[in-house]
């Protein structure tokens, strides 16, 4: 392993502006903008600086599909009293050449013409639905300018077969962790029902259990345990130990590099995945878990009998290989989200709430296989998260990495990120949302599909939540899954089938 190396060979793709203080500050070519602010900016996190390393240059994407028409003029002056009030969204990020260009926010003037974008688009089109994928993959082809923040809204005012118009936020993972930045945008959101009330997410329930009626030194001994076996796994993973090769595997390219992605989603509805958690006694997660184990099975065991001489009845016949070794990374903020009140009124009234990226990292397996009980996909999911749930994992991985930054810097630091996400198949995520319907400045939400690029592995599987909705939202590396969509049916299909048992168990 050539670590200095790999790490001599990667140039940020884009340099962050340069500034000076002589009078006034200069922006890259020397001129003096005058919508930047005369005050020193607040230095960037460490973590935040990592996103903008070559090899883990991350945006994250919101697509919101809309009942109505949007109209652009009200979206624009109700961003001006919403979202420009964050500092992040109104602020540069630029090189202080006083601190060993160490970088820094400075808040400067915004001009919404620069951020909203509305591209010409002709009616007429055969496939609306085709235009909108394409055009959201050609986002992941580019970056934001530095000389604006990093944050565009891309209106595509065309009727698709599930909205009548598409949003499309595109921010830098620099501006803050996924859970908040999501939180920031539903927070300028209102429900439809009562146009001053902020959205209502589901209370989340603590799943630890009470040490002492478990039995306290057991339960600490179980959590150190699981605990040193978990860092001890990360550890070997940002070493030497890798996923096994399947056709999901990015062949662990070495280095950075601007990947595009394709972005697919599919809506199934959430009172399906509730049946399941109420017959089998566990928990949504578990289940859209259990769901994306059982899709993944599927589809790789189609994949392997495709390489086959018989191309027989693959979905019945088991081409699996024995044992895979096939795991999701799953970055986790380990600093409490804002709630959706704390950004409101951060917004409407200047006051403090907590931001930035405190980030660890959970090495979840995925026991890849075909089961002949539907409902053994979510009881082995069940079993692996229930294990995670009693380990510190997260926070001592987000501590090394931190230790890390400190004492050889930005570029280490990110070249470890990106070896463990190198060295692993894919990302998941699962974010729960509205209870109720809501509008995006009075415009009613169909539906809301968020996922990142810019990393690694050549699939992440998003699962998001909306009223009695359940959407799933894949971004894929096409030269890695050249058919996305048949993914995503091998999701939809393997939600039906576990329910279809569960209902002929008679578990409900």
């Known amino acids: 392993m050539d670590l200095v190396g790999d790490l001599d060979s990667r140039q940020q793709a884009l340099k962050p502006i340069q500034t000076k203080r002589s009078g006034a500050r200069e922006v890259g070519d020397g001129k003096k903008p005058e919508d930047i602010k005369e005050e020193e900016g607040e230095a960037l996190s460490p973590v935040g600086r990592i996103f903008h390393e070559t090899c883990f240059n991350v945006y994250v994407i919101a697509i919101a599909g809309c009942k109505t028409r949007i109209n652009v003029d009200v979206v ?31 808040p400067t003037k915004v001009d919404l013409d620069k951020h909203i974008i509305i591209p010409s688009l002709h009616h007429t089109i055969s496939s609306p639905d085709k235009m909108v994928e394409d055009y959201i993959s050609n986002l992941s082809k580019t970056y934001i300018d530095y000389s604006k923040p990093l944050w565009e809204l891309h209106i595509l005012n065309i009727k698709t077969s599930d909205a009548e118009s598409v949003a499309v936020f595109r921010i830098h993972h620099s501006l803050g962790d996924g859970m908040s930045l999501m939180s920031l945008v539903l927070a300028c959101s209102r429900q439809i029902s009562n146009p001053k009330a902020l959205p209502t997410l589901p209370a989340k329930k603590t799943s630890n259990p009470d040490p002492v009626n478990s039995g306290r030194i057991w339960w600490t001994i179980r959590l150190v345990w699981n605990t040193i076996i978990d860092v001890l796994m990360f550890l070997a993973t940002t070493l030497f130990l890798k996923d096994t ?18 972005f697919v989603y599919r809506t199934v509805s959430l009172d399906d995945i509730k049946l399941i958690k109420n017959g089998m006694k566990t928990t949504i997660n578990d289940v859209v878990m259990g769901v994306s184990l059982a899709g993944l099975s599927r589809y790789l065991n189609r994949r392997y009998g495709e ?16 044992n895979i070794r096939l795991r999701a990374t799953l970055m986790m903020n380990i600093r409490p989200s804002p709630g959706l009140h704390a950004l409101a009124e951060m917004m409407e009234k200047g006051s403090k ?47 090394i990495i931190k230790t890390v930054l400190k004492l050889f810097g930005v570029k280490v630091a ?32 169909a539906f ?55 209902i002929a168990r008679g578990l409900v």
């Open 76 to 106: 624009k002056a109700n961003l001006e009293h919403s979202l420009l009030k964050h500092p992040r969204f109104s602020s540069l990020q630029v090189k202080d050449v006083k601190k060993d260009g160490g970088m820094k926010w400075v």
């Open 245 to 262: 090769m399947t056709p999901l595997s990015n062949g662990w390219k070495k280095g950075g590099g601007h990947v595009p992605r394709r």
């Open 307 to 322: 390489t086959k001489e018989d191309k027989g009845a693959t979905q019945k016949k088991n081409n699996l290989p024995k």
């Open 353 to 399: 709430a907590k931001w930035g990226n405190w980030i660890g990292s959970m090495l979840l397996p995925f026991a890849i296989a075909l089961y002949d009980d539907p409902l053994d996909y979510v009881r082995q999911t069940k079993a692996t998260i229930d294990r995670k749930k009693h380990s510190h994992e997260a926070i001592f991985t987000c501590f």
């Open 414 to 445: 990110a070249f470890l990120y990106h070896r463990v996400m190198n060295h692993t198949t894919m990302c998941f995520s699962n974010v729960v949302g509205p209870m109720e319907e809501i509008g995006f400045y009075g415009h009613p939400m």
């Open 448 to 502: 809301l599909a968020p996922s990142v690029y810019g990393q690694p592995q050549g699939l992440m599987i998003h699962f998001q939540s909306y009223i009695n909705k359940m959407t799933f939202v894949l971004s894929v590396d096409e030269e890695i899954i050249p058919d996305p969509n048949r993914l995503c049916d091998d999701l939809e299909e393997s939600l039906k089938f576990i329910k279809d048992a569960v």
